[in-house]
Structures are given as structure tokens and as C-alpha cells.
């Protein structure tokens, strides 16, 4: 099944949903207050990210955080399958995958994980990492979010929230990015996608761009180039000082093409929209840049009919996860120590299978995490069961662990950020000790 390029469209209560495109303000490429146009990312004014930008002396020993949004409500059960519960082939008896011990070749079984759960065949190009304790699943989690819907759903999370009550001025991690200002960087923050995630909403500086082929000056002649040189030479203060770093940052992603970018080990990233993006952040990470945040998307995971198992919609869509996250880690074996990869996805599916032989939006999910930093090679689950009594909703796998404190955990942990309460509001964090 080769993976394509998606429009976000899921099936959101009543009938189909397209997700609406916010418009992306421009400024003019020069104005009194020194902008600089690169690519539909813009700078201005000493309170803007060219204001504040520089690269860091230490920032080739700066944490990095790689989000990846599984949108459409991925399926955790089997993702992680709790083979160990009869309920789970009870309630599944198409879609439930066969126990490892079930003598079935490998990719058409689970391969176990702790005597109770074990991973689609489809993972296991990451399986080593969780042998070496690089990776780890969070089970039952999620928000506390009840409408089923998508959208709702993806912005609950992506801002932060316990549940769709309430609102909060931007994202997360922008909340993050503007709390920690000091280490600012032209390319400190990039969404690989045509629109900015709710999650970086807010963000001074963040980009939103499908490759990096397209960051670059509007006007690219010789004398722009140079006139803008003479322009930023002149000064020393900030916005001078933010100019000259990225018009370097500008000149060495001309000069280094993406196109061309050869990765290291012998790593092959799917030609697909995920592997390429994986691909172009593994550029940005060796050019030395100060990348922090990377956001990538994953869509197509609302798998209402012909789910699939071990072979179908869901197992491809998974492949091309795991073979993407393999190619990556591969690339950037040098530096996985501080990498932390986090991929989430909006809530799970209903515990049973329905009559389209797919599964239902439903909430408790799965989370996957990545990266030298991981206290992996572990299964993180308060486990409800799938007995009837202990499910919720209309058939759904209980959210037993909030999906913020593990976000909370990478915040304060890996991100060194503390302050918690701004990032999360309302959340008294319990940590999972994941990192």
C-alpha cells in the first residue's frame, strides 16, 4: 500500500469534516522595524523572534524534541496489544492479532513485550530499541476529553488541557518556546505541514512548512542578498545581530540543498510525506541550526472499516512509522542522546469491533517514546481491563494516565523547563519517571 499525501478528513459526529486551514499572516520583506520574509515565516520588531534570535554556543548539546501527531484517533489496542486478556480476542474476533506463541511467523503475530502486551508486527523495525531500553508505550492514555470528536480532541491536547473546558492562549509548546526566549533560534521551532499545529500556535518564530525547499527569501537576486547583508552588518543590536544569524542560516541551507542531503549509515527513509519529513529533520538536527521543536503529522488513522491487523490500513500506516523512526535513528545515531520522540495521537478506538470490520472513535490510547533518554523497555500502563464493568463511554478503554503527565515529564526532564503550571494548566503533575 504506498502512502500518500492526505487531506485531513475524518468522520467527526454526523458526516465529513475537513480540518479548516488557518490563514497565515505575511509581512512586507523590509519595513522600518527590519522584517525578513523566509519562506512565509516572518520577523519584527525587538519582541518578534528576529528580535530575540541567535544561535546558541551550546546548542549542539541542546535537548531535542520531536512530536508526532497520529491524527484520526489511532487504534492503541492494537498497536499494544493486551494479548494477555481473553476479552481482547473476545471483543475482537477479526481485528484481535495472534498471541506470540500462537506459531504463527512473526509477521503475522504480536511479538511480546512483557508476558502481557505485545507490538504489531508492524513495529518491529524499533523493537531492538526496546530491547536496549530506548522505547517505551504509555497504555490507557490520554485526555479527559468526551465529545469524540477529532478536532476537539487534537486541540484539547495540543494546547495542553485536561478536557475541552476552557481555553488558554496558545499551544503547549509554544508556551514553552516563549517561557524559555532566552534560547532563541531562527530555526528553533518547525512544523513539517501546510498549517501551524494548535500545539505551536503562539509561538514566536515557529515555522509551518511542508519542506525546507521552500524556506527561503521571496526575493532571492543577487543584490537583495546583498543589500540585506549591508543592512544587518551595520548594527549590533538585536535585530542586527538576529539578521546576520539568519541570513547564515539562509545561505548554509542554500548551500547544504536539502535535496541532496545523504544520511549517514546506510539509513532509508520511506519515500513517503512522513519519512520525508523525518528525513528533512534529521538535516536540520546535523546542520546545527538550534532546531529544539520539530512537529510532524501522520494522517489517515480514522479506521472506522477494513481496519485491518497484520496486514490492511492500520498495519501500513504503522509501518511507515516505525521504518521512518528506524531511518531517523539510524541517521542520528550520534546524537539519540538528546533526542526524545514522541508520538501521540488523539484518543484510541472502542475496545469492539464494529460491523465494518474497523473500530469506533473511542478514548484510552497509546503513546510511543523514543530516544537514549527513555527509561524504555517497559510497557507504562495502569492497566483497567477490557471487562465490560470497566470499560466507559460506549464500549472505550478507560484513560487511566493523563496524557499531560508524561508530557510533563519530557517538559521538565529533557526540556528543562519548570514551569509546569504554565504549560499545563490545572495539572498537579505525577510522574511517570518515563525519562
Not at 21 to 47: D, E, F, Y
Not at 108 to 114: A, G, K, Y
Not at 369 to 390: F, H
Request: charged fraction near 20%; aromatic fraction near 8%.
Amino acid at each position: 500500500m504506498a502512502m500518500k499525501n492526505h487531506k485531513w478528513t475524518f468522520c467527526d459526529g454526523d458526516g465529513r469534516l475537513d480540518r479548516p486551514q488557518p490563514q497565515i499572516s505575511r509581512r512586507q520583506i523590509l519595513t522600518a522595524s527590519a522584517s525578513l520574509i523566509a519562506g512565509g515565516v516572518w520577523w519584527a520588531g525587538s519582541k518578534t523572534a528576529l528580535g530575540q534570535a541567535y544561535i546558541r554556543s551550546d546548542r549542539s548539546n541542546g535537548p531535542i524534541f520531536v512530536s508526532l501527531f497520529l491524527r484520526g484517533g489511532a487504534d492503541g489496542l492494537n498497536i499494544v496489544a493486551p494479548y494477555g486478556e481473553d476479552d481482547y480476542y473476545r471483543l475482537r474476533p477479526s481485528l484481535a492479532i495472534a498471541q506470540p506463541k500462537s506459531g504463527k511467523p512473526e509477521r503475522q503475530r504480536l511479538t511480546d513485550l512483557d508476558g502481557f502486551f505485545g507490538i504489531n508486527p508492524a513495529l518491529l523495525p524499533l523493537f531492538s530499541d526496546y530491547a536496549e531500553g530506548n522505547l517505551a508505550f504509555v497504555h490507557a492514555v490520554g485526555s479527559y476529553d468526551t465529545t469524540h470528536s477529532h478536532f476537539q480532541a487534537m486541540s484539547t491536547m495540543e494546547l495542553g488541557l485536561k478536557n475541552e473546558v476552557g481555553r488558554v492562549n496558545g499551544g503547549w509548546l509554544a508556551r514553552h518556546l516563549n517561557s524559555t526566549s532566552e534560547r532563541q533560534a531562527p530555526l528553533r521551532a518547525v512544523a513539517f505541514s501546510s498549517t501551524m499545529p494548535d500545539s505551536l500556535s503562539g509561538a514566536n518564530g515557529a515555522l509551518a512548512i511542508n519542506h525546507l525547499s521552500e524556506y527561503r527569501l521571496q526575493n532571492d537576486s543577487k543584490n537583495w542578498h546583498q543589500d540585506l547583508t549591508a543592512l544587518y552588518d551595520r548594527g549590533e543590536n538585536e535585530i542586527a545581530a538576529a539578521g546576520r544569524d539568519t541570513l547564515r542560516v539562509l545561505k548554509l541551507l542554500n548551500e547544504q540543498d536539502p535535496r541532496n542531503y545523504k544520511p549517514d549509515s546506510g539509513a532509508n527513509y520511506p519515500n513517503s510525506q512522513l519519512g520525508q519529513a523525518f528525513r528533512e529533520t534529521a538535516f536540520l538536527i546535523k546542520q546545527d541550526v538550534g532546531l529544539e521543536v520539530a512537529c510532524l503529522d501522520s494522517v489517515g488513522w480514522d479506521s472506522h472499516i477494513t481496519q485491518g491487523n497484520t496486514e490492511g490500513w492500520l498495519y501500513e500506516l504503522l509501518k511507515d512509522v516505525a521504518d521512518s523512526i528506524a531511518a531517523f535513528r539510524t541517521d542520528l545515531k550520534a546524537e539519540m542522546n538528546r533526542i526524545v520522540i514522541c508520538v501521540q495521537t488523539e484518543f484510541g478506538r472502542r475496545v469492539a469491533e464494529n460491523s465494518g470490520l474497523g473500530t469506533d472513535h473511542g478514548a484510552g490510547g497509546c503513546m510511543i517514546l523514543l530516544g537514549e533518554p527513555i527509561n524504555g523497555g517497559k510497557v507504562y500502563a495502569d492497566w483497567p481491563t477490557l471487562v465490560p464493568d470497566s470499560l466507559t463511554g460506549p464500549g472505550d478503554l478507560q484513560v487511566t494516565t493523563d496524557y499531560r503527565n508524561v508530557l510533563a515529564d519530557i517538559s521538565t526532564t529533557h526540556l528543562k523547563n519548570m514551569q509546569t503550571a504554565e504549560l499545563f494548566p490545572g495539572l498537579t503533575h505525577q510522574t511517570q519517571k518515563i525519562i
